[in-house]
């Protein structure tokens, strides 16, 4: 029917819902296009339960701390920002006082005498921020954007409003290295009025913070305005008492504790005992710790956990749910593994019509990789920075596996199979691993800077990479 509709198309690929329709009526049955959230609704009603907002009412509902997200130009004081805050808060006599890094923190902080709490995802740029709304996860209430003073407003600055304000969520401008020669915190307010932002002391409703990230000058400041931005324009409100829900913001497979994902909490309380599902992974709450490494018993709204029980690794930006039992949990990660299988089937078909077909199988114009990576917040967002490098029509990239942890055979074979190249993201290959691959002439290449990453693969796109040995 298909080849009579003037389709030329084989098993193995993917056609347009147009065709599907059409395909449908031609042979007499009811065709429903069905996208990838409504399947996972039904897939959720089926099990009688409804994901993404709080039961109970209004009266169910409590405050809840705002979650923030550090975004702005590379080199301008993300990562000491964030490296900042947290140290000012161990500071004020927490036990132990050595943090580790599990992708969030929260900070107490007091404002008109009340007793608040921040979040702050701990993975600074819009990449992770981006990836995690790719996947329906909203899990920012507030950007806090960053611009050195000395520097200015540059591209990505630009790109991180455009993404905040994309997303919906309210801007905090942090202008940064206020201790430096040459640092012109008008002037960045000045440009930042082409963007939308206006500051406050200029009439409009932004706030800025001139800030030292280095100097820890006017950290206090900043939280300040976070809180009270978040006051102003958002109402961080959830149930607090129903079973948990929320995102998981990174996840690894650790040597000694198996499968270790942070679920930040969005809504409900999660206890150590839960039956949970986090896109298709699973498993029972075995532990949760903060990232003092101290043990929670239970997480409430806009905290931060790494939880300890699934049985395989979440993928970064995946919501995760508390359910009734743990046959739920495993029926549900079940049909959705299911679910992800037919769609990278499918995927991997798909970008093919019959003319270019011809050309892939004559291995040209095609660059296949494998990523792998130390955890799944990059792997992620290097997938996905990549698959947006556009070069022309002739070339095509295709990621046909991506994972967490170091170089396997399983990959080497998998890239011989497929002509592959490996990418790995702070993670290597065993000796052994490399030798074979070597001996098979498979491209292992390594990246600590996702940047750099692009740059080769877009270059290689391009034609124009050498093999480097
Ligand atoms: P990121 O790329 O945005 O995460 O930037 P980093 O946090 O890595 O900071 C880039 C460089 O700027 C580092 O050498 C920091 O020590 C430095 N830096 C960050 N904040 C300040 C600041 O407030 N004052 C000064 N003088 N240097 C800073």
Known sequence: VLFHLGEMVTATQSVS??????????????VQVVSPEEEDRELLESFDITYGESTGGEEALEARPPVVTVMGHVDHGKTRLLDTIRKAN?????????TQHIGAYQVKTELEG?????????????????????????????AVIVVAADDGVMPQTVEAINHAQAANVPIVVAVNKIDKEGANPAKIRQQLT?????????????????????QNINIDGLL??????????????????MEAQGVAIEAHLDRGRGPVATVLVQRGSLRVGDSIVAGDAYGRVRRMVDEYNDDVTVALPSRPVQVIGFTSVPGAGDTFLVVDEDRVARQIAERRQARTRNAQNAAKFKRYSLEDLDS????????????????????????????????????????IDRGVGGITKANVDLAIASSAIILGFNVRAEAKVAEQANREGIDIRYYSV??????EIEQALKGMLKPEY
């Open 194 to 214: 082409e963007y939308g932002l206006v500051a406050e002391e200029y009439g409009g409703d932004t706030m800025f913070v001139d800030i030292s990230a280095k």
């Open 90 to 98: 161990v500071a004020e006599g927490e036990a132990g006082g050595i």
């Open 17 to 30: 819902e147009d065709v599907l329709e059409l395909l449908g009526t031609e042979m007499n049955y009811k």
């Open 114 to 142: 009340n007793e608040r709490l921040i979040t702050f995802i701990d993975t600074p740029g819009h990449e992770a921020f981006t990836a995690m709304r790719a996947r329906g996860a909203q899990a920012t209430d507030i």
């Open 224 to 241: 300040e305005a976070i809180l009270l931005t978040a006051d102003a324009a958002l109402d961080l409100r959830a149930n607090p008492k």
């Open 450 to 455: 996702i940047y750099q990453a692009i740059d």
């Open 360 to 399: 892939a199988l004559k291995e040209t114009g095609e660059l296949t990789l494998i990523i792998k990576g130390d955890n799944s917040g990059t792997v992620e967002a290097l997938e996905d920075a990549l698959l947006k490098i556009v070069v022309g029509d002739e070339v095509q990239l295709r990621v």
